[in-house]
C-alpha cells in the first residue's frame, strides 16, 4: 500500500513500527495501549546527515540507561540503526529530524520517524540569537519518575514550550524555586564569563545532552576552558543565606535542594563562595541539543544578554561542532 496523500503533506510517509518500515496510515497502536494511556515510552531525537543518523551511539548509550533504569525492552542496536538508515533512504532524506520511541507494549514496541530538517541559514535564530524566556515548573519535569530520561510523558515541557512561543521565544529556561537556571524544555544551557564555558551539573538534575557533553569534551582543544557547576546562574540576585519557601506539594528533592525546615523553609548556604551569577553577568549564553548543535541567547524575558548580539564563541562553538559531527558524528 502506498503513503496517503495527506501523510506525505506533513512530511511523514512512512515509519518503522515494529521493526518494519510501512506507510505512516497503517502506523497504528492500541487506544488500550500502557504507552498511549500512560505516557509509558522513551525517545531519543537526533540529526541525520549525508542519510545517516548523527552520534547514534551516543543517543543509544543514554536510551539504553533509562531503559535499564524504568524497565523498558531494548531491540538490538544494530537493527534499529540499520533500519533508520533504510527509512532515511525510503524516504529520500539526507538531512532529516529522526525520532527513535521506545513502548512499554510489546507491539509496537519501537518506532522511528523521520521529517527534513532545513539547516541552518544565514537568516536562521541559529545565526541571529533568539529569545527565551524563564519557567519554574511545579515538580522537575520528567514524568514523576524521579528519574531524568526522555520521557513520552511531556505534558509540562510542552506546556513550557507553548508558553514561550506565545512570548515569542525560541525556549523556556527551566529554574529551580531559587531561580537557578538549569535547562530548556528541549536543550541544556552555558554561559561564558570571563572566558570560561559553564554548565548545571548534572547532579543537579539536567538532562546529560548529547551535544553538552561534546562541548565540556572538545572545548579546550577550541582553546576554551569548560566546566560543570553546582551553582548555576540565576534570572536574579542571590548571594547565599537567603531563604524561601517551595509551593504546596513540591518536593525539594525535584530541584536537589537542601531540605526544607520544620516551617517549611529552605535556607541556602551562605558566604561570598556560594555566591550565584546573576544572568546579567555573563558574556554569552548558549543553548545546545542534538538538532541545531549551538544555539545563542540574545535575550532572556527583557533581559538582553551580550548586548543584544550573537558572540564571538557562539559563532566559533557552532562552525567547531558542525565540523566535528560531519568528521566523527556518522559511520559511514
Same mark, same amino acid.
Given at each position: ?6 501523510s ?11 521493526g518494519a518500515i ?10 488500550l495501549a ?8 522513551l ?12 552520534w ?7 536510551l539504553s540507561?533509562?531503559a ?6 531494548l531491540?538490538?542496536a ?6 533508520i538508515r ?10 532529516a529530524r529522526v525520532r ?34 524563564g519557567?519554574t515548573?511545579?515538580?522537575a519535569?520528567?514524568?514523576?519518575s524521579?528519574?531524568?530520561?526522555k520521557?513520552?510523558a511531556?505534558? /509540562?515541557l ?13 525556549? /523556556?529556561?527551566?529554574t529551580d ?12 544551557v552555558?554561559?561564558?564569563r570571563?572566558g570560561?564555558?559553564?554548565?548545571p551539573?548534572?547532579?543537579l538534575g539536567v538532562?546529560?545532552?548529547?551535544i553538552?557533553?561534546?562541548?565540556l569534551?572538545h572545548?579546550?582543544d577550541w582553546?576554551l ?6 551553582e548555576p546562574?540565576?534570572l536574579a540576585e542571590?548571594d547565599?543565606?537567603?531563604s524561601?519557601?517551595?509551593?504546596k506539594?513540591?518536593?525539594?528533592a525535584?530541584?536537589r ?16 563562595g ?5 544572568? /546579567?553577568e ?7 541539543n542534538?538538532?541545531?548543535d549551538?544555539v545563542?541567547?540574545?535575550q532572556?524575558?527583557?533581559?538582553a544578554?551580550?548586548?543584544g ?8 562553538l ?5 565540523d566535528?559531527?560531519?568528521?566523527s558524528?556518522?559511520?559511514m
Amino acid at each position: 500500500m502506498e503513503p496517503d496523500p495527506t501523510s506525505v503533506a506533513t512530511g511523514i510517509a512512512w515509519v518503522v513500527f515494529g521493526g518494519a518500515i510501512v506507510p505512516a496510515q497503517d502506523a497504528r497502536v492500541s487506544v488500550l495501549a500502557e504507552s498511549f494511556l500512560y505516557g509509558e515510552t522513551l525517545f531519543e531525537t537526533m540529526r541525520a546527515q549525508r542519510g545517516a543518523p548523527v552520534w547514534f551511539q551516543e543517543h543509544w548509550d543514554r536510551l539504553s540507561s533509562s531503559a535499564a533504569k524504568l524497565e523498558f525492552s531494548l531491540p538490538d542496536a544494530s537493527v534499529v540503526e540499520v533500519s533508520i538508515r533504510e527509512l532515511l533512504c525510503r524516504c529520500g532524506l539526507k538531512e532529516a529530524r529522526v525520532r527513535l520511541t521506545l513502548t512499554r507494549d510489546a507491539m509496537p514496541g519501537w518506532i522511528v520517524t523521520a521529517v527534513p530538517l532545513v539547516p541552518p541559514s544565514g537568516s536562521s535564530p541559529c545565526e541571529r540569537g533568539v529569545k527565551v524566556v524563564g519557567w519554574t515548573p511545579d515538580a522537575a519535569p520528567w514524568g514523576g519518575s524521579g528519574i531524568v530520561a526522555k520521557s513520552g510523558a511531556w505534558m /509540562a515541557l510542552a506546556s513550557a514550550r507553548r508558553r514561550a512561543a506565545r512570548a515569542g521565544a525560541w525556549d /523556556a529556561l527551566r529554574t529551580d524555586p531559587a531561580g537557578r537556571i538549569l535547562e530548556g524544555t528541549a536543550s541544556n544551557v552555558f554561559w561564558i564569563r570571563h572566558g570560561v564555558l559553564e554548565t548545571p551539573a548534572l547532579a543537579l538534575g539536567v538532562l546529560p545532552g548529547i551535544i553538552r557533553a561534546k562541548l565540556l569534551a572538545h572545548a579546550a582543544d577550541w582553546g576554551l576552558e569548560a566546566r560543570e557547576v553546582e551553582e548555576p546562574i540565576r534570572l536574579a540576585e542571590g548571594d547565599g543565606g537567603e531563604s524561601f519557601h517551595l509551593p504546596k506539594g513540591v518536593a525539594e528533592a525535584a530541584f536537589r535542594l537542601p531540605e526544607r525546615d520544620a516551617e517549611g523553609t529552605i535556607r541556602l548556604p551562605a558566604g561570598e563562595g556560594n555566591r550565584s551569577i546573576r544572568l /546579567a553577568e555573563v558574556d554569552e549564553v548558549l543553548l545546545t541539543n542534538s538538532l541545531w548543535d549551538v544555539v545563542p541567547v540574545v535575550q532572556c524575558d527583557e533581559l538582553a544578554i551580550g548586548g543584544g548580539r550573537v558572540g564571538p564563541w557562539a559563532e566559533r562553538l557552532r562552525a567547531e561542532m558542525l565540523d566535528l559531527s560531519l568528521r566523527s558524528g556518522t559511520r559511514m
